[in-house]
């Protein structure tokens, strides 16, 4: 996966202690991005795509400012309180936590968050119509989706009866995610096997169990701690021939079974439209916050395959994208 990292030739910024990226270059306005990196890096991607699109060039009448924790969800206070210092005109927040820690540290500056599982169960906003606030954004509903992607999962694999759920108990969107998937189970007879992690060493320490001897099969709820570790999860999964969903459709191209989500590159693409509204005069309040253009079903075949798992025709011809 590639990670951002950020590009002196670039942007002309430097962000190592004591410089003051923004105001270090003559454009013409200034963003500052708070973003997990890893496997979210495709909505900043998405982001400066988008940008572009609407006539925004760094280096000619746009920089960024990144703040960049790959996957660290301890230090995002301190990136928060870093961006605001440098007074940008705009932020753009990815994922909860840092939208979170962002709120915190600013009632003023403009902020366009993305990829927020539900805003207003977390405190974010007032309402999907206003923020009345200095924030507006992109849900991407992940959490509210926890309980369709069980659906999907029940349909891909008929005979799971207990799915695994690792919930990061510092985050607010994966409890949210967890009470979606937990009401769907009883609707479908799942029985939810909850393993609570609160850093990196309890992470580690399920990933070292053996979960085909608990579950069969997993569903990855929205956290920044744990997607950090996607990739030993998704070998983990492959190795213990057990399905795997997950809320992030890059996940599928590396291996996860499948994914029913929005596309993070287009949570990017999106959340540039609200940047470029703000950065013309508008004020956040202003602008209801948007939901998915578009959710798709993803299925990696190659890895049903490995699996050991047959899927129906019926859902295979539901799925938008299948990889093979």
């Given at each position: 996966m590639r990670t951002f990292t950020v590009s002196l030739s670039l942007i002309g910024l430097s962000l190592v202690a004591g410089a003051s990226p923004l105001r270090a270059q003559a454009t013409a306005h200034q963003i500052g991005v708070l973003t997990p990196g890893l496997t979210y890096s495709p909505v900043f991607e998405g982001l400066r795509e988008g940008l572009v699109k609407l006539g925004y060039v760094e280096g000619k009448n746009i920089g960024f400012a990144v703040e960049d924790s790959r996957g660290d969800v301890q230090n995002f206070p301190a990136r928060a309180a870093k961006l605001v210092q440098a007074k940008p005109d705009l932020i753009v927040t990815v994922a909860t936590a840092p939208s979170m820690a962002v709120k915190r540290a600013t009632q003023t500056i403009p902020v366009v968050f993305t990829v927020v599982g539900d805003p207003v169960q977390a405190g974010?906003?007032?309402?999907?119509?206003s923020s009345q606030n200095n924030f507006t954004g992109v849900s991407s509903n992940s959490a509210y989706l926890s309980g369709k992607r069980l659906e999907i999962l029940k349909d891909i694999a008929p005979r799971a009866?207990?799915?695994?759920?690792?919930?990061?108990?510092?985050?607010?969107?994966?409890?949210?995610a967890l009470q979606y998937m937990t009401d769907a189970a009883k609707r479908l007879q799942i029985q939810v096997v909850r393993q609570d992690v609160a850093n990196d060493e309890e992470v580690t320490s399920i990933l070292a169990e053996k979960w085909a001897s608990k579950v069969d099969a997993v569903l990855l709820?929205?956290?920044?701690?744990?997607?950090?570790?996607?990739?030993?999860?998704?070998v983990k999964a492959k190795k213990e021939r057990l399905p795997l969903i997950v809320y992030d459709d890059a996940s599928v191209e590396r291996g996860a079974l499948a994914s029913y989500s929005g596309n993070f590159r287009l949570f990017g693409d999106q959340a540039a439209k609200l940047a470029a509204k703000i950065l013309k005069g508008a004020k956040p309040a202003d602008l209801p916050i948007e939901t998915p253009e578009k959710l798709i079903l993803k299925i990696n075949l190659v890895t049903a395959k490995a699996i050991g798992l047959k899927i129906s025709p019926g859902v295979l011809e539901g799925a938008e994208t299948l990889v093979e």
């Open positions: 974010l906003v007032a309402s999907y119509a009866k207990n799915v695994l759920a690792i919930v990061a108990v510092k985050e607010t969107n994966a409890h949210m709820l929205p956290s920044v701690l744990v997607t950090a570790r996607i990739e030993t999860i998704i």
